[in-house]
């Protein structure tokens, strides 16, 4: 049984830049939702997709914008890339009555 | 709104002995309480979680954590550590929707020495 998948896991982009991130979820489960750490800090939420429509969603510009496809997969979009946005993207998945959310090993992601 | 603190950034113990954790959380009502252990460079991986019923966890690896509502604490500890237990330990907190938008602490970095 796979666990929460993602791709790419590095990538470099140059500032004001597009970038996807993509996540498939544990098996069995609907819900996904993205979280963002930057280097020596604790996550922090960016939003949650469950039924194909952003469910919850944090504290974060609308240059971050996300996507869930009929199979529960996603994926995390971020227009005109800051330096600030270099961080550890986390993709995690879970059933949305359930109470155990699972981590994905994430997408490392580096603006020049 | 909810938040957590993690007051240790950095706790060094000796192989073999005990280690305690500490997570303080703001929350107004009974709270959905997480830890999470993250290797270097890697995701976050689940060793317990909490939501009502006995205030004693147990999760994996051996570790356990206590609930105490009177001190808004879900401190984490464990009776032996081994040198593979260094790592990032992050206490969460659930809010929102379905209690499923986890609100971190900073951490606490585990070194362990010989």
């Known amino acids: 049984d796979a666990g929460v998948t993602q791709s790419p896991t590095h990538l470099i982009k140059t500032r004001g830049q597009q970038v996807t991130l993509r996540c498939s979820p544990k098996?069995?489960?609907?819900?996904v939702s993205w979280y963002q750490q930057a280097l020596g800090q604790g996550p922090q939420f960016i939003f949650q997709y469950y039924e194909e429509e952003e469910r919850q969603r944090g504290n974060f510009p609308d240059r971050f914008s996300g996507h869930q496809f009929p199979n529960y997969s996603s994926e995390l979009n971020v227009n005109a890339l800051l330096l600030g946005d270099s961080a550890l993207y986390l993709c995690a998945s879970s059933l949305a009555g359930g109470n155990t959310i699972y981590f994905g090993e994430g997408s490392w992601l580096t603006v020049v | 709104a909810q938040s957590v603190t993690q007051p240790d950034i950095h706790i060094t113990v000796s192989e073999g002995a005990s280690l305690e954790l500490r997570c303080n959380y703001s929350?107004?009502?009974?709270?959905?309480l997480f830890w999470y252990v993250q290797s270097p460079g890697q995701g976050l991986q689940l060793l317990l979680k909490?939501?009502?019923?006995?205030?004693l966890v147990q999760g994996i690896k051996g570790f356990e954590a206590e609930f105490k509502r009177s001190q808004s604490s879900f401190n984490l500890r464990k009776p032996s550590v081994h040198w593979s237990d260094a790592a990032e330990y992050f206490c969460?907190?659930?809010?929102?929707?379905?209690?499923?938008?986890?609100?971190f602490g900073t951490g606490t970095r585990l070194l362990v020495s010989p």
């Open positions: 969460a907190v659930g809010a929102g929707t379905g209690f499923q938008k986890l609100v």
């Open positions: 098996s069995g489960h609907d819900t």
């Open positions: 909490y939501f009502s019923g006995d205030t």
């Open positions: 929350y107004g009502a009974t709270p959905y």
